[in-house]
């Protein structure tokens, strides 16, 4: 039977890679990704940049800013990943249908099939696959490449960033003999103690171990950590299908107090539709039906939407709609509003309508140049005079101060 040829694809530091793709200033500079900036919230994500201070997943903000003073905060926006990721799995599926998602940032491919129809060698397959997220995406990831995924998990681990490392089947014994039991994956720090006092110490150890000991010790998983330490995982990839096909786009902001302001809720409005539209074009999609969701004080909230007659994907023309809809349902104001929310169902792509009338033309120019503008300097960077005031950090850490941005009438 050939060897089976099994990839782990683990993006590099995600959370933190997305914000510094997005946010030009950022780059190369320690980060954390977190929850709301300004409260109690732990590390969710940290930059290579912050690593290098000993910084790490799970780690009290305090402590990490203990260990580095200078570290940028930068409020998550889940939604922005599990987007990307998307668009990260369906490129995968265009290698194998055989694409297994073991967590937001990482899969495993089985490419045994597959592998030559595309390129000579699974490296030049990863390769390949390395290069496709880099240019499509801007990222990068680590691929490990093994006969199981026991072992591809661990190869990826072997080199990051941006690595990439295979472990033959004729590999495994002289790999596992000095290899720590920590380094498998599915064994903590409890485990490793339990495993530790029983002088098993690495890879090797445990596979020598008897299955009547370790059974004695950890209960029925005793075999199973037997084989792991042996190298061996017969268990298949699974079958993940990934649905392409976007249905909507949106963007969702908890304002910084409660505020029946007009001016804050209308440019805090066109933020959130302009957001959405550079979305939509970034992609190529466009789409018919707005939608606007307002949660106010008391946490009720209200949602309301319009379907328009052609497709639009300029955060203007959101944002017209979007105004129209709160005029119609939230005016005058029952309470002080909580988060604003937008997004643009009913979409389709590379079918936006086509105009020729001057107002249109310009519109579409201004906001392709704004596009050109946001990728090289930051979103924002550049603004309307009604959108002047910033989101704060708590939800777009990547927004710049108001004193930096440029209006446009």
Same mark, same amino acid.
């Given at each position: 039977?050939?060897?089976?040829?099994?990839?782990?694809?683990?993006?590099?530091?995600?959370?933190?890679?997305?914000?510094?793709?997005?946010?030009?200033?950022?780059?190369?500079?320690?980060?954390?990704?977190?929850?709301?900036?300004?409260?109690?919230?732990?590390?969710?994500?940290?930059?290579?940049?912050?690593?290098?201070?000993?910084?790490?997943?799970?780690?009290?903000?305090?402590?990490?800013?203990?260990?580095?003073?200078?570290?940028?905060?930068?409020?998550?926006?889940?939604?922005?990943?599990?987007?990307?990721?998307?668009?990260?799995?369906?490129?995968?599926?265009?290698?194998?249908?055989? =694409?297994?998602?073991?967590?937001?940032?990482?899969?495993?491919?089985?490419?045994?099939?597959?592998?030559? %129809?595309?390129?000579?060698?699974?490296?030049?397959?990863?390769?390949?696959?390395?290069?496709?997220?880099?240019?499509?995406?801007?990222?990068?990831?680590?691929?490990?490449?093994?006969?199981?995924?026991?072992?591809?998990?661990?190869?990826?681990?072997?080199?990051?960033?941006?690595?990439?490392?295979?472990?033959?089947?004729?590999?495994?014994?002289?790999?596992?003999?000095?290899?720590?039991?920590?380094?498998?994956?599915?064994?903590?720090?409890?485990?490793?103690?339990?495993?530790?006092?029983?002088?098993?110490?690495?890879?090797?150890?445990?596979?020598?171990?008897?299955?009547?000991?370790?059974?004695?010790?950890?209960?029925?998983?005793?075999?199973?950590?037997?084989?792991?330490?042996?190298?061996?995982?017969?268990?298949? =990839?699974?079958?993940?299908?990934?649905?392409?096909?976007?249905?909507?786009?949106?963007?969702?902001?908890?304002?910084?107090?409660?505020?029946?302001?007009?001016?804050?809720?209308?440019?805090?409005?066109?933020?959130?539709?302009?957001?959405?539209?550079?979305?939509?074009?970034?992609?190529?999609?466009?789409?018919?039906?707005?939608?606007?969701?307002?949660?106010?004080?008391?946490?009720?909230?209200?949602?309301?939407?319009?379907?328009?007659?052609?497709?639009?994907?300029?955060?203007?023309?959101?944002?017209?709609?979007?105004?129209?809809?709160?005029?119609?349902?939230?005016?005058?104001?029952?309470?002080?509003?909580?988060?604003?929310?937008?997004?643009?169902?009913?979409?389709?792509?590379?079918?936006?309508?086509?105009?020729?009338?001057?107002?249109?033309?310009?519109?579409?120019?201004?906001?392709?140049?704004?596009?050109?503008?946001?990728?090289?300097?930051?979103?924002?960077?550049?603004?309307?005079?009604?959108?002047?005031?910033? %989101?704060?950090?708590?939800?777009?850490?990547?927004?710049?101060?108001?004193?930096?941005?440029?209006?446009?009438?």
């Amino acid at each position: 039977m050939d060897e089976r040829v099994i990839f782990h694809v683990d993006m590099n530091a995600f959370f933190a890679s997305v914000e510094q793709r997005d946010t030009p200033h950022l780059r190369g500079k320690p980060i954390i990704v977190c929850g709301n900036p300004k409260s109690r919230t732990v590390v969710a994500a940290c930059s290579y940049e912050a690593k290098a201070f000993g910084i790490r997943n799970g780690m009290s903000v305090f402590e990490a800013k203990q260990l580095c003073p200078d570290v940028i905060l930068v409020g998550g926006t889940p939604e922005k990943y599990v987007d990307v990721a998307q668009q990260i799995f369906a490129l995968l599926l265009q290698f194998t249908p055989h =694409v297994e998602v073991f967590s937001i940032d990482e899969a495993f491919l089985d490419v045994t099939d597959t592998s030559q %129809l595309v390129a000579a060698t699974p490296e030049d397959l990863a390769r390949l696959i390395k290069r496709r997220i880099r240019e499509g995406h801007g990222l990068t990831c680590s691929i490990g490449i093994a006969p199981n995924k026991l072992l591809a998990k661990l190869a990826s681990d072997l080199q990051k960033p941006d690595g990439l490392v295979r472990i033959r089947q004729a590999d495994i014994p002289a790999l596992l003999e000095k290899l720590p039991v920590e380094d498998l994956c599915g064994i903590g720090e409890h485990l490793k103690v339990a495993l530790n006092d029983m002088g098993l110490f690495t890879c090797a150890d445990l596979g020598r171990a008897s299955e009547a000991m370790l059974t004695a010790r950890v209960g029925g998983v005793g075999m199973s950590l037997k084989h792991m330490g042996q190298g061996v995982d017969e268990s298949p =990839v699974g079958l993940f299908e990934v649905e392409t096909d976007v249905k909507s786009m949106g963007h969702a902001y908890t304002l910084p107090r409660d505020t029946e302001d007009e001016d804050e809720i209308l440019g805090t409005l066109l933020r959130l539709c302009e957001r959405v539209g550079r979305r939509l074009r970034a992609d190529g999609y466009a789409g018919r039906t707005i939608s606007l969701t307002v949660r106010y004080k008391d946490f009720s909230t209200t949602s309301h939407a319009r379907t328009i007659p052609y497709a639009v994907d300029s955060g203007v023309r959101i944002y017209q709609v979007a105004r129209r809809i709160l005029t119609a349902y939230c005016h005058p104001l029952p309470q002080r509003v909580r988060l604003l929310g937008v997004a643009v169902s009913n979409v389709t792509r590379h079918q936006r309508q086509m105009t020729f009338l001057n107002e249109e033309l310009r519109l579409e120019r201004l906001d392709r140049c704004l596009d050109r503008i946001a990728e090289r300097f930051g979103e924002f960077t550049v603004v309307r005079a009604r959108a002047l005031t910033p %989101l704060t950090p708590k939800s777009h850490g990547f927004l710049l101060k108001r004193r930096r941005g440029l209006a446009l009438g």
